[in-house]
């Protein structure tokens, strides 16, 4: 038995075929895509034999409050997950250009969705709900859904072996750092907040996200913005603060490469960037150690950043050496890993 995973974005597509132990066969990253159908078509040819494959899984970045764990994928289950787009439109129409694609290529095999959401659906209602009117909240499902969520439930396992203790009986905070950061505080093995909210963009300064702001910066922005309708005005606010803001607004650094050489050639406004981004870090760090009433057993960091740069990593320690009997980790992220578990165990209980 093989499970291909999907793991698609805008213009690029990441993939791994798993065996039935989770020993990776293949991977691949198809960058600078145009067609997502001509790339999984590619894909599919670089797979090579699909005889032995028994399903597809696909990362799927929102699935809302009905889609809360690993779903086979149907008619009915698209239109659902379709209903999140305008929360996820940088992720979701591409996830599902992905399903549809498979569809077309192999139309009888099974696909499963796992949502990055879905780790958060049990969050506590008070890390759950925002301060507005019950009534409006509900009519237009505002509420903290979080992110990233099958990074923090992996690394989350991989910790409980280090510290050679079940899920179920650690404290974690977990921080990943990539091109969005996020981090969750866990609490016998379950998310009790998370600093992602209604959208990935709330929580902490990204490489091109500006993280919690004052509200009402945006409704000045509005009122700054280009365009003729209310609409247009919205959208332009919407992708500055996602795509002109961040790490990236403060420093003009078009990448995080770039950030830590600007800091290391000594440029002011690199500087500033980087530090502001620790200082969150660490302020969020901070109260999810006060939220699990000071018992934790480890920090784990994860994602591009949070495991592959020690520079970054090292500055946060730094700041958190008052924490004298916590742990440090540092754990490379396998979504697509975790992702293949999750399509073998609904497989299983299938009978498949």
Not at 166 to 187: D, M
Not at 214 to 230: M, N, Q
Not at 309 to 330: C, E, G, I, Y
Request: net charge positive; aromatic share 8%.
């Amino acid at each position: 038995m093989s499970i291909l995973v999907i793991n698609s974005g805008s213009t690029s597509i990441k993939y791994a075929l798993f065996d039935g132990r989770d020993n990776e066969i293949k991977q691949g990253n198809a960058e600078n895509i145009t067609s997502h159908e001509k790339a999984l078509k590619q894909i599919l040819r670089e797979v090579g034999s699909l005889q032995d494959l028994k399903a597809v899984g696909h990362r799927v970045v929102h699935g809302g409050d009905k889609l809360i764990k690993p779903t086979i994928i149907t008619d009915e289950v698209l239109s659902e997950i379709e209903k999140f787009n305008h929360l996820a439109p940088l992720h979701n129409p591409y996830n599902l250009a992905a399903v549809k694609a498979i569809r077309g290529y192999l139309p009888k095999i099974t696909q499963v969705a796992v949502f990055d959401t879905a780790f958060y659906s049990a969050l506590p209602e008070v890390a759950r709900i925002y301060a507005l009117p019950l009534k409006l909240s509900k009519k237009h499902e505002i509420k903290r859904f979080g992110f990233h969520g099958t990074s923090h439930k992996y690394v989350m396992r991989e910790a409980a072996k280090l510290l050679n203790k079940p899920a179920t009986k650690i404290n974690l905070i977990t921080c990943h750092l990539g091109g969005g950061w996020s981090v969750t505080a866990i609490e016998s093995g379950k998310p009790i907040d998370t600093s992602m909210g209604w959208t990935p963009l709330e929580g902490l300064v990204m490489m091109a996200r500006s993280g919690d702001l004052d509200p009402s910066i945006v409704l000045e922005l509005v009122k700054e913005a280009e365009g003729e309708t209310i609409e247009a005005k919205c959208e332009w606010v919407y992708n500055f603060l996602n795509h002109e803001s961040g790490l990236k607004g403060l420093s003009g650094a078009a990448d995080y490469k770039q950030l830590l050489r600007r800091v290391s050639q000594g440029d002011a406004n690199a500087k500033l960037a980087f530090d502001l981004a620790i200082y969150r870090l660490v302020k969020y760090i901070g109260a999810y150690f006060a939220a699990l009433g000071g018992k934790v057993d480890a920090i784990v960091f994860t994602g591009a950043i949070g495991s592959g740069d020690p520079m970054t990593r090292n500055q946060v320690m730094a700041k958190l050496n008052f924490l004298k009997k916590v742990k440090f980790f540092s754990i490379p992220t396998n979504e697509e890993l975790m992702i293949a578990r999750e399509v073998k165990d609904i497989l299983s209980l299938r009978g498949a």
